[in-house]
């Protein structure tokens, strides 16, 4: 293997990690809410040591952060879909 596939390897590593503790994120805080969810639970949902997400994250807001980016990134998709099928 290359040096470049190793690299290319490693960001897509990356990419799934952060996508598993985005979807457990939203998993524990549409379950618990925001005062309540923990990083703690939000590692164990994503099958990983607490610690581990700061490495992909600087805080438990800047998760928050990036799970309502993402939502809103998905609900604008599927508006525009929804519109494009009623012709608007």
């Known amino acids: 293997m290359s040096q470049t596939e190793i690299a290319e390897s490693r960001v897509r590593k990356g990419e799934r990690t952060r996508s598993r503790i985005l979807n457990a994120a939203a998993s524990v805080l549409a379950r618990e809410g925001y005062a309540a969810a923990t990083l703690t639970e939000i590692a164990a949902v994503a099958k990983m040591q607490a610690g581990s997400l700061y490495y992909h994250f600087d805080s438990k807001e800047a998760i ?17 879909e929804a519109l494009a099928v009623v012709g608007a």
Not at 65 to 78: F, K, T
Request: no cysteine.
């Open 64 to 80: 928050v952060e990036e799970v309502l980016r993402v939502g809103i990134d998905h609900a604008r998709i599927a508006i525009r």
